[in-house]
């Protein structure tokens, strides 16, 4: 049980800003939210990850709903090497990830 | 250049052998971790270890064992008792303690012959 809600697939323009949604709607007050990605036949890349507050890092930013229960990567201007499978990990210990299916994101020219 | 190298990227295997799958860090990270990964599903956690002589089970450990005994090698074999081995495998690394990301390599990827 991945614990998170996300689409199974998304489009973004080259040069768009691509916004990728996540619903946690049972987080729990200690959990936080981690984004990776991963690249066709390649290993999971971190990206950036928030408990409450809004967070920005040199390949994203990471809005949190004031609840809580939702979150949005956002990529602001995405590039074909921007294609990959995005997942969204809701977890008080990084010991244990739980990865779901995750969005599929296909940036195109 | 630091980071955690998996090798080899291919490994194909006969039946009713055992395979050992390479996983060595230069991260000095305490924690390491083996996933196993099936075409358009997310990532299964085998094993970890968190320290030296020490690791414990994960989620799908049946099949596979591991062992510890040093800091930057976490090696995984997977034995002949796993009856449907072929899958991309996946191991990472993170400090212990706090919400420290775990770090990935590129994988190896196993298949049956």
């Known amino acids: 049980d991945a614990k998170t809600t996300q689409p199974p697939s998304m489009d973004c323009a080259e040069g768009r800003a691509a916004n990728l949604p996540c619903n946690h709607s049972t987080i729990s007050g200690n959990e936080y939210v981690y984004w990776y990605r991963q690249i066709h036949s390649q290993g999971p890349q971190y990206i950036i990850h928030?408990?409450?507050n809004n967070e920005t890092n040199e390949m994203a930013s990471l809005i949190i709903t004031e609840d809580r229960k939702s979150s949005t990567l956002i990529l602001p201007h995405a590039t074909l090497r921007d294609t990959a499978v995005y997942y969204c990990?809701?977890?008080?210990?990084?010991?244990?990830?739980?990865f779901g299916t995750g969005t599929r994101l296909q940036v195109f020219p | 250049d630091g980071g955690i190298t998996q090798s080899p990227k291919y490994l194909f295997r006969k039946e009713g052998q055992n395979v050992t799958l390479s996983c060595e860090q230069n991260l000095n990270h305490d924690a390491m971790y083996w996933y196993r990964q099936d075409p358009g599903q997310g990532l299964r956690l085998i094993y970890y270890?968190?320290?030296?002589?020490?690791?414990q089970k994960g989620d799908i450990a049946e099949g596979y064992s591991v062992s510890r005994e040093k800091k930057e090698s976490f090696p995984l074999t997977v034995t002949s008792a796993q009856k449907n081995p072929t899958a991309f495998y996946l191991c990472a690394s993170n400090p212990r303690g706090g919400n420290q990301p775990q770090h990935f390599g590129d994988g190896t990827r196993l298949s049956i012959l």
């Open positions: 270890s968190q320290i030296v002589n020490d690791f």
């Open positions: 928030g408990l409450k």
């Open positions: 990990i809701r977890t008080y210990n990084t010991d244990k990830l739980i």
